[in-house]
């Protein structure tokens, strides 16, 4: 069965006070690896798509590298307005076409 | 583009009661999803459509759930009759998918989500 473990479930930070968080994954042949973004209140925001081992993306001070058991999110001198839950979703071939699998998320909370 | 649109944004009602979701998704997608999101649970598929035909409902938790999507601009989630274990927010998202080169366009565009609350 494709499961997705986060961790930690939340974290605080202060600004400026980089940090990881970690997606562990278990899947029949991974397909892609998302990570979203949610605010309070709001949908899931697209934030990256990972495909296979090795592969890194980066959007401003988020970076999300993967490897072929857990991918993490960097988030390098963050500031106030990277408080949010960072989700992250894996979809594999055993699964219909375009299910995600979802975590339960990590809650950042950045100080100023 | 406005994005996946979905109302009402809030829901309250008393248990027994019919509640109906209502999504719109993003113009030219063809695969549309409802979620469930939980504190216990997180996110949970329920549903989900490909050209607006349900491929995998194993999601949906009981008979007193359905799903329809009558064309590509528009699908409903109905709960009837509604119970308090319901309560949860209930998130729509829409997706296009291609096969040839299409990495980029894998990934789901979710709506605003609908609190409901059932007493």
């Known amino acids: 069965e494709d499961q997705v473990t986060q961790s930690p479930e939340a974290l605080r930070l202060q600004e400026g006070e980089s940090s990881s968080l970690n997606c562990s994954y278990t899947?029949?042949?991974?397909?892609?690896l998302f990570w979203y973004r949610q605010d309070p209140g709001k949908g899931p925001e697209f934030l990256f798509t990972l495909y296979s081992a090795g592969e890194e993306k980066e959007k401003e001070r988020l970076k999300a590298t993967l490897t072929k058991k857990e991918s993490f999110l960097h988030i390098t001198a963050p500031k106030p307005e990277d408080s949010a839950t960072y989700l992250c979703a894996v979809r594999g071939y055993g699964g219909s076409q375009g299910n995600l699998i979802f975590g339960k998320g990590t809650k950042l909370s950045v100080k100023p | 583009d406005a994005g996946v649109i979905q109302s009402p944004r809030h829901e309250v009602t008393e248990m027994g009661q019919e509640v109906t979701l209502r999504c719109k998704p993003i113009s030219g997608h063809n695969s549309l999803f409802w979620y469930r999101q939980t504190m216990m649970r997180g996110l949970e598929l329920l549903i989900y459509f490909n050209n607006n035909v349900p491929i995998d409902d194993s999601g949906m938790p009981e008979d007193r759930f359905s799903a329809k999507m009558p064309n590509a601009s528009f699908s409903t989630l109905k709960i009837q009759p509604s119970e308090p274990r319901d309560s949860a927010v209930y998130f729509c998202?829409?997706?296009?998918?291609?096969?040839?080169?299409?990495?980029?366009?894998?990934?789901?565009?979710f709506g605003p989500g609908t609190r409901l609350t059932v007493l």
């Open positions: 899947v029949s042949g991974l397909r892609g």
């Open positions: 998202a829409s997706h296009i998918y291609t096969l040839s080169g299409g990495s980029s366009y894998n990934e789901q565009f």
